[in-house]
Every structure is written in structure tokens, then in C-alpha cells.
């Protein structure tokens, strides 16, 4: 018993239910700390809140604590995890491909690198977009206006050389046009990349789909395209299919600070293995539009170092980085 007791208390309050009369055990954690390294409403945050509801229904976590800490692509949120959550164990950060091209093009020297990978979670197509009232009314209007003056075209999305920025270079380049031309103004979070593209301060707008759903189903935006390999939406044209040989997807997760035990990091990972394996969880993917990218171990950690270097490379490709 003392040697069980020292053991929750190094991780902060984690504890597991002993298998009985044949149940799966449960990881029970008594407080997480989730740390979003964006605005509140965006896809990051929006993953945090997911997690943190499909969790509390199923009795696997009984207290969240939210910080919100935006800016350039999680950068700015970032080196505050390291700092001030190493070696902790009840602590997790929601992050993904954005931050990994963030990094680059700011050239940071705190990156994914210095955190614990925990587990990919989502996968989400971007979709463009333009405002209802938009004089744009199809996705050959706007390509049309960014041939002939990419500078004029505002475009409003996440953190720059992040994922949206770099769709709108892909378009730009297959297009004869370089990325540098274009007229990007990025957010730190999707709220605000909402308000100003329903309020035409920009000319459009490219995000993960679950950022805009609401406002594209209540017809105050209108899409253009989305960037997956295959439709994700039967109303709505991939750019593929539309001429434009671009495809992009947005993958996120959660990670924990570096200096971690190897036992506290496999509890982490069990948690968010049977989170995942929660029907709930299946119906909040399909409710947000979210495409299953679960990943833990090894795999995640490879598919982070093969990421890294294909980012670099397109971000080098089309004169961001």
C-alpha cells in the first residue's frame, strides 16, 4: 500500500481501477490539465472541448482546467508548456500540423520536438470560402481573381505557414503564381478569422471545415471547395476535381510535457486509447466532421519526424520557408 500510495501521488492524482469481475479497467484521473496553445474556437481548442466532454461523460476524467494561450501558430503558448508543465503528469497541450509548420517558418527553437507525444487524433479537410454577400460566387471566380492579382485577394486564416497558409500557396504556385504574392492575413484563432470574414474585411477565407460548418449551414458563407483527396461534403467540389492538383489535411493531438516517466506517459496513452474507443467519441467525429487519425507509440512519433521533413520541403517548395 505505500508503495501504491507514492506511486498516485508522483502522478498527480492518476489512479486506476483494478480489474473485477471480468470489467476493463478504467483510467480514472482525478484533474487534467488541458493547455490550448490558440484562441478559444478554433480546431485546437475545439479538440480540447471534445475530448474534455466525451471524458466527463464517461467518468474518465472528473475535473478539466482550460488555458488558452494563442498566437503564431502556438508558438507563443508553446515554450509556456515546456517551461512551466515539465514532468508533469496530469498535463496535456492539443496541437498538430499547423504548430509543425509554425515553427518552421518562424524558426523557433522550442518546437513538437521538446514535448511528449501522446497520441494524433483527428484529421480534418480545409474547405475556401467567401462571404455570402461575396461578389466571388464560384470557385473558378476566385481563381480568376487570384491569376490576375494575387495581392488584391485577401485571404483570411490560422497562424502563418500553417496548413491554411500553405493551401493558399499550393493555389497560388498551381496557378503560375508564387506564394510570396499572396495576400495572407492570419488569426490566431478561428473566431476571429470568422468575424472578419463575415464582415468582408477579407476577400476569403481557408480553415479546417468544422471551423466554418456553422456559418456555411446557416448561408452566411458560402464554399467554394474543399482540400481532401475525395469529397467530404457531396455539395461542395474538392480543388482536385476542380483543376487545382491540391490536397491538404490538418491532423491533431495531444502531447504532454518533456521530462515525463515512461509509466505516467503510458497512462496518458491508455487514457486517450479508451477515450477513442467510446462510442461517444465516434459520434463526436462525425458530428464535428473530424476523419479518425488515432495514433500512438512509435507510430505517432515516426509520423512526426516524416511530417516534419515533408513540411519543410513544401514550405521551402513554394518560397515560405
Do not use: C
Request: aromatic share 4%; glycine share 14%.
Amino acid at each position: 500500500m505505500p508503495q501504491r500510495r507514492h506511486l498516485l501521488a508522483a502522478l498527480g492524482g492518476l489512479a486506476i481501477a483494478a480489474r473485477a469481475g471480468g470489467a476493463v479497467a478504467q483510467q480514472r484521473v482525478q484533474s487534467l490539465y488541458m493547455f490550448i496553445p490558440a484562441g478559444p474556437g478554433g480546431g485546437w481548442d475545439g479538440l480540447g472541448r471534445a475530448i474534455e466532454q466525451v471524458a466527463r461523460q464517461a467518468g474518465l476524467v472528473a475535473n478539466f482546467q482550460f488555458e488558452n494561450v494563442g498566437g503564431a501558430g502556438g508558438t507563443v503558448g508553446l515554450p509556456r508548456f515546456v517551461g512551466q508543465r515539465r514532468g508533469r503528469p496530469d498535463s496535456l497541450m492539443v496541437a498538430g500540423s499547423v504548430m509543425v509548420g509554425a515553427t518552421l517558418t518562424n524558426r523557433t527553437p522550442v518546437g513538437l520536438k521538446d514535448v511528449t507525444p501522446i497520441s494524433r487524433m483527428t484529421e480534418e479537410v480545409g474547405v475556401v470560402v467567401v462571404p455570402a454577400s461575396s461578389e466571388i460566387k464560384d470557385l473558378q471566380g476566385l481563381l480568376d481573381a487570384l491569376r490576375a492579382n494575387p495581392g488584391a485577394v485577401s485571404v483570411a486564416g490560422g497562424s502563418a505557414g500553417g496548413t491554411d497558409h500553405i493551401t493558399l500557396g499550393l493555389i497560388l504556385k498551381a496557378l503560375g503564381r508564387s506564394a510570396r504574392e499572396g495576400s495572407y492575413v492570419a488569426f490566431a484563432g478561428g473566431g476571429p478569422a470568422n468575424a472578419a470574414i463575415l464582415g468582408a474585411q477579407v476577400k476569403a477565407g481557408i480553415s479546417g471545415m468544422s471551423e466554418f460548418a456553422e456559418q456555411i449551414r446557416a448561408g452566411r458563407m458560402r464554399a467554394l471547395a474543399t482540400t481532401g483527396e475525395t469529397r467530404s461534403d457531396p455539395g461542395i467540389p474538392t480543388l482536385k476535381e476542380s483543376g487545382v492538383d491540391v490536397v491538404m489535411t490538418n491532423w491533431r493531438g495531444v502531447f504532454a510535457p518533456p521530462s515525463l516517466r515512461p509509466d505516467a506517459r503510458e497512462r496518458l496513452v491508455a487514457l486517450m486509447t479508451e477515450i477513442h474507443a467510446l462510442p461517444a467519441w465516434k459520434e463526436m467525429l462525425e458530428t464535428r466532421g473530424w476523419q479518425d487519425a488515432f495514433l500512438t507509440g512509435d507510430a505517432f512519433t515516426g509520423f512526426l519526424e516524416k511530417d516534419q521533413q515533408q513540411t519543410e520541403a513544401v514550405l521551402k517548395e513554394i518560397g515560405l520557408a
